[in-house]
């Protein structure tokens, strides 16, 4: 099965960080831009970050910029969202996918073509 596992997610106090990761299975990632989403309750999926295939070009929503940062590794086939600083309005599902191109131009989901099942991401004192 094509798909990516995600991991790292839980509940954790605002201010705080948590790392997340996740391995694609199936497929091999080094021709794929990464990206990772976000679903908080009641809302739409949106782009969160994305990294190019081989890690050179990073982009982020301007709602984590300065607080995540987006990597990978080509070599254990796998991406990861490092967050800091969370707050209460990073609450989400947070789902990893990966782009049919090896450089994203847009957080389009129709345009990505593996994704994982998500993990969730709860930030509250």
């Known amino acids: 099965q094509l798909q990516f596992v995600e991991s790292g997610g839980g509940l954790v106090q605002p201010g705080r960080s948590l790392k997340l990761s996740c391995t694609a299975s199936?497929?091999?990632?080094?021709?794929?831009?990464i990206s990772w989403f976000r679903q908080a309750p009641g809302k739409e999926r949106e782009g969160v970050a994305w990294v190019s295939g081989n890690g050179g070009s990073t982009n982020y929503a301007d709602a984590v910029k300065g607080r995540f940062t987006i990597s990978r590794s080509n070599a254990k086939n796998s991406a990861y969202l490092e967050m800091n600083n969370l707050k209460p309005d990073d609450t989400a599902v947070y789902y990893c996918?990966?782009?049919?191109?090896?450089?994203?131009?847009?957080?389009?989901?129709?345009?990505?073509?593996?994704w994982g099942q998500g993990t969730q991401v709860t930030v509250a004192s």
């Open positions: 199936g497929f091999s990632v080094d021709t794929h831009c």
């Open positions: 996918a990966a782009y049919g191109r090896y450089f994203c131009s847009d957080y389009k989901e129709g345009n990505y073509n593996y």
